[in-house]
């Protein structure tokens, strides 16, 4: 009876360890989705920021084009796009995306980044290239990078537009059965028409 005893109190205790470890990887699991989901949400929520932010970059590099071409400069810093959840979150959030809208998360980032260095280091570039003198006409040169940049804020535009429709742009051609990109223009720029 003792050993009866016994065998039960250990077999209890076994299922007791058992049950808690379960409930708590279920506890733990279902933290860590509830997490992501969030994070997604918010990631979302930035992507929509940055894409009512494009405009205003637009108008503000039309503007930094219109001085060049009077033989100005304008400055082109201005508000950065909101990276804070891809920068500091985009591990977790990654794991609850498909690869193909992991291709575009990283591609729509890459383009508002590299615009923004491209506005915020114009000045510095400028007078750089100025000074150099190895340009034929640095004003030329420079509009044509600010029209790249133009444009690529335009192909983002439309790239968080459908991601956020649930339509990500195949950004590596994983699934179009491309073998390469587009052709590219001058510029080295990829038609807006190739990407849509």
Not at 53 to 82: N, T, Y
Request: net charge neutral; hydrophobic share 40%; proline share 6%.
């Amino acid at each position: 009876m003792e050993l009866l005893s016994t065998i039960i109190a250990v077999l209890g205790t076994i299922l007791g360890v058992a049950i808690g470890f379960a409930l708590g990887e279920w506890s733990r699991d279902r933290h860590e989705k509830r997490q992501a989901k969030l994070l997604l949400e918010a990631l979302n929520d930035e992507l929509e920021a940055n894409r009512f932010m494009i405009p205003q970059k637009q108008d503000w590099i039309r503007r930094m084009i219109e001085s060049l071409k009077k033989g100005k400069l304008m400055l082109g810093r201005s508000v950065a796009p909101m990276t804070v959840i891809y920068d500091n979150h985009y591990p977790a959030i990654a794991k609850k995306l498909s690869p193909q809208e992991r291709d575009s998360v990283h591609f729509i980032y890459h383009s508002l980044k590299s615009c923004d260095e491209i506005m915020t280091q114009f000045e510095q570039t400028f007078k750089e290239d100025l000074g150099a003198n190895i340009l034929n006409n640095p004003f030329e040169a420079h509009i044509i990078i600010l029209e790249g940049a133009h444009e690529r804020y335009e192909v983002a535009n439309r790239r968080i537009k459908a991601h956020l429709w649930g339509e990500p742009r195949d950004a590596l051609y994983r699934h179009s059965g491309q073998k390469e990109p587009p052709r590219t223009f001058p510029g080295g720029l990829i038609p807006p028409e190739a990407i849509e």
